[in-house]
């Protein structure tokens, strides 16, 4: 399927005319080589590319390429002063988008001496920089990377990593619980550490920010910490478990930032909340505060929406993922693929792969492009949350597997005979659940039998099933995948 | 006695459900046995959150085939330690895991009767957190 180089197409090889004055096309200059073998040590980049009327695609592929690396519109002799090979990106590959007239996936690779050791930043200034303003192109999406061993051991990584989480939680075997404390704006810190204990000492294992909760006049960021810690260690002595709330720590500035987490570590919490748009600069630094204060990292992915839901352009979550990973975050929300947001199931799997495996397989029909060797750096727990309910648990362990935090929100606040019976439900839920995937049920078929059952010695459990038991949020996925039919939840 | 919802410790993969019968232990057992985990029996009578290591009951159980093994270290741990809490673990030795994989609860004292939670009040309104197991007060062997 790839195209063979043809005359006027490639590299112009005479130095004297390569680099005479004047305007040449993107791979003539040297950004497209249809016989370029990457280097084990390259970053690959796959792109979605969706070239202006009249521009052909691999015109289109090396503009990317030159225009993410060294290029600029014309040719400057200073170049000339460089191994300027090098640093030239160089698109190698590009194949029609299956079903898709109009759009083409571009590989390209990068010599890793484009990249500074260990920065998110740099590394996204390079390959989401000016590119995806670039005018022959309609639109531009960056699909998948590949982040090369040598590049990825320059990263800390996960400061606690889901391993080692279970063991300071002293929670093994299933997935952990959460709620989000509602409503998320107007509670004070009296009421908002109210909703924390009753949901904790229910039996979830997690409460949680949302991520506007900061520091705002109904409820200043001292008054929710000590409140919620209260709460918190009230929970753990009435149950005998480690139990945590995300304390957010989002702010308008890194100083206010440390302060905030400072306060947290002296009370005692065991995880800290940041909100992906604070910056890939701002979430490395407190990554590095959390690995010296042995603190749990949750990530919020707010904002991810605007940039990767759309197919054509932006930045698939994917390569957000696979960013928060090396960047260094604990947790992070990946999508409920029942819930209320988007996420088609493969495509989301794809991204829980991503931010579990120790070696992620290509894999198209989940959106996984490459094959990834995340060389021993620890992994990230997906969070699931956003309109799940105990209903649902059987679907949840299918999609999801064991190692995630399911958060139910609305599914434990809004139980209707309060909110400990809330989380009664989901807990009773999820352990019936384990038990009869363990004892080998097909607990899936078996799943609406398995909890109704549960439910017979568990009155809140059967409210719970009697409330939400029907509601479910079947919509087409915008985000999916271009190599298999994505398969309906009904 | 505890006031959370099921009025137990309610630490490991089970305890919100009805106790487990022998012949429930064994199933979970043989899904771990599938799954190429070593089982351990571990006691104690002092089952604070922060209390990692409860005492060994024997060796982890590598290389071992067949439930009834665990089965057999359970009775015996069971008989040795009839009131102190008594849980099984699954121990998964996978290069990136290394870790536990399963762990419940399968033996309790029959009143369990938790923790008492002390606030030392510090500067401003800060308080630091003592959660205090109150079967500690009496010395080792004499809790239950």
């Known amino acids: ?490 | 006695m505890m006031t959370n919802p099921t009025g137990r410790v309610t630490q490991g993969q089970f305890s919100f459900l009805p106790e487990l019968t022998d012949a429930e232990i064994t199933a979970q057992v043989d899904y771990g046995l599938n799954k190429g985990y070593a089982w351990s029996v571990e006691y104690t009578d002092d089952p604070h959150p922060r209390n990692t290591f409860w005492e060994m009951f024997g060796m982890p159980m590598f290389d071992l085939q067949d439930p009834a093994g665990v089965m057999l270290e359970l009775q015996a741990c069971r008989k040795t330690f009839p009131s102190h809490y008594i849980r099984l673990m699954a121990f998964d030795n996978t290069r990136g895991i290394e870790s536990i994989a399963m762990s419940f609860i399968v033996n309790r004292p029959a009143s369990e009767p938790g923790f008492g939670l002390v606030r030392q009040e510090s500067n401003g309104r800060t308080l630091r957190y003592t959660v205090h197991s109150y079967a500690t007060d009496a010395p080792e062997a004499r809790r239950y």
């Open chain 1, 1 to 490: 399927m790839n195209k063979p180089n043809e005359p006027g197409a490639t590299e112009i090889t005479d130095k004297k005319k390569r680099y005479s004055a004047g305007v040449l096309k993107y791979r003539q200059m040297g950004y497209w080589n249809a016989d370029y073998v990457p280097k084990d040590t390259d970053v690959i980049c796959l792109f979605r590319i969706t070239p202006q009327d009249g521009v052909d695609e691999i015109e289109a592929a090396a503009a990317v390429a030159g225009e993410s690396s060294t290029a600029t519109w014309t040719v400057v002799w200073t170049d000339r002063l460089t191994a300027s090979d090098s640093y030239r990106a160089k698109a190698y590959k590009v194949e029609a988008v299956p079903g898709n007239p109009g759009q083409w996936f571009a590989w390209i690779a990068y010599d890793i001496i484009l990249f500074e050791e260990g920065s998110i930043a740099n590394l996204t200034a390079s390959v989401i920089g000016n590119v995806f303003g670039f005018k022959p192109l309609k639109a531009l999406r960056l699909e998948d990377m590949r982040l090369p061993f040598a590049y990825v051991k320059t990263f800390k990584g996960p400061p606690t990593g889901l391993i080692v989480e279970r063991e300071r939680l002293d929670k093994f075997g299933r997935p952990l619980l959460g709620a989000t404390t509602k409503p998320k704006l107007g509670l004070s810190g009296r009421n908002y550490g109210r909703v924390v204990y009753e949901g904790l000492k229910g039996g979830l294992d997690f409460m949680k920010d949302d991520e506007n909760i900061n520091s705002q006049p109904f409820m200043r960021w001292r008054d929710r910490y000590l409140y919620v810690m209260d709460a918190v260690n009230k929970a753990s002595a009435a149950t005998g478990e480690v139990k945590g709330s995300y304390l957010n720590v989002t702010a308008a500035t890194m100083e206010d930032m440390y302060e905030r987490a400072e306060f947290a570590k002296e009370l005692g919490s065991v995880i800290i909340m940041i909100d992906l748009v604070i910056g890939y600069t701002a979430i490395q630094s407190i990554s590095n505060w959390a690995r010296k204060h042995d603190m749990i990292l949750h990530l919020h992915r707010a904002g991810h929406g605007t940039y990767t839901r759309q197919k054509t352009h932006g930045v698939s979550f994917r390569v957000i993922a696979k960013w928060m990973r090396l960047a260094g975050v604990d947790h992070i929300h990946a999508g409920t693929i029942v819930g209320k947001l988007e996420g088609d199931p493969l495509t989301t799997q794809g991204y829980y792969n991503v931010c579990r495996d120790s070696f992620t397989r290509q894999d198209l029909p989940r959106g996984v492009y490459f094959d990834q060797d995340w060389a021993d750096l620890r992994k990230v727990m997906p969070v699931a949350s956003g309109g799940i309910h105990a209903g649902q648990m059987h679907q949840l362990l299918d999609y999801l597997g064991d190692d995630v935090v399911l958060q139910f929100g609305g599914g434990t606040i809004g139980h209707p005979m309060g909110i400990q019976s809330g989380a009664i439900a989901n807990r009773v839920a999820l352990e019936a659940m384990i038990m009869a995937r363990n004892e080998g049920r097909d607990y899936l078929a078996e799943g609406p039998d398995i909890l109704r059952k549960a439910a017979q010695s568990c009155t809140p459990l059967k409210q719970a099933l009697d409330t939400w038991g029907e509601i479910s949020f079947n919509y087409a996925s915008t985000d999916t995948s271009d190599y298999v039919a994505t398969p309906s939840l009904a």
